[in-house]
């Protein structure tokens, strides 16, 4: 059972357009939600993350939105150029936990046409 | 250069023969993680190590066993590896809870 529902599967965008990616958690006890950007090849990397605190965290051309009551967060990518065509994951960790137990979406393929 | 490594990158085995997957952090990091990942499912937490002999269960940890007798090194052992075990698998590291993961560059295993 995936505690973190992320959609679409796979996106395709045109350069310079919006890429938006959504994710969806239950439990309440998350508090720690990062993306990751993965090319082929290569292991995830922390593209950005946000805590509940906030609603908005703005890196660059990546924005995190952040809903708590609806427990959603997505992730918007603005003028989106063919070097972020790669596979994009959300990912949520609980707070109070010894370790960290985080917990990943089914990612998004991510393709931008140039 | 901070880096996470992972030895093999690709294997390729049969069930039963007993395999060891090494991983390794050059940042001093306390937590360690084994993940796999699957079309379709995403990433998956097989286990994870809070210190040096302190480990515990992730949602898959069935037909794996780690240890963590070094801060440095967390090897992923498969003591008879079976076809569903084929996957990707990634090693990672952090500071901890709410702390960025940095990955290794994956280990492709096949189980024959």
């Known amino acids: 059972q995936q505690q973190v529902k992320q959609s679409p599967q796979s996106l395709i965008v045109q350069k310079g357009g919006i890429s938006i990616i959504n994710c969806a958690y239950e439990?309440?006890?998350?508090?720690?939600f990062p993306w990751y950007q993965q090319f082929p090849g290569k292991g995830p990397a922390l593209l950005i993350a946000?805590?509940?605190?906030?609603s908005e965290k703005k890196e660059g051309r990546f924005t995190i939105s952040f809903n708590k009551s609806a427990k959603q967060f997505s992730l918007h990518i603005m003028d989106s150029q063919p070097g972020d065509s790669a596979t994009y994951f959300c990912?949520?960790?609980?707070?109070?936990?010894?370790?960290?137990?985080?917990?990943f979406g089914e990612g998004t393929q991510l393709t931008v046409n140039p | 250069e901070a880096q996470v490594t992972q030895n093999p990158r690709y294997l390729i085995t049969v069930t039963g023969k007993k395999l060891t997957v090494t991983c390794s952090q050059n940042m001093n990091h306390e937590y360690m993680s084994w993940y796999r990942q699957d079309p379709g499912l995403g990433l998956r937490q097989i286990y994870y190590s809070m210190n040096v002999e302190v480990t515990d269960k992730g949602d898959v940890p069935e037909g794996y066993k780690v240890s963590r007798k070094e801060k440095r090194n967390f090897p992923l052992i498969l003591e008879s590896p079976s076809p569903n075990q084929t996957s990707l698998y990634f090693c990672?590291?952090?500071f901890g809870a709410g702390r960025a993961q940095y990955f290794g560059p994956g280990t492709r295993l096949t189980v024959l």
């Open positions: 990912a949520a960790d609980p707070r109070g936990t010894s370790g960290s137990r985080l917990t």
């Open positions: 990672a590291s952090s």
């Open positions: 946000i805590r509940p605190d906030v």
């Open positions: 439990n309440t006890a998350f508090d720690y």
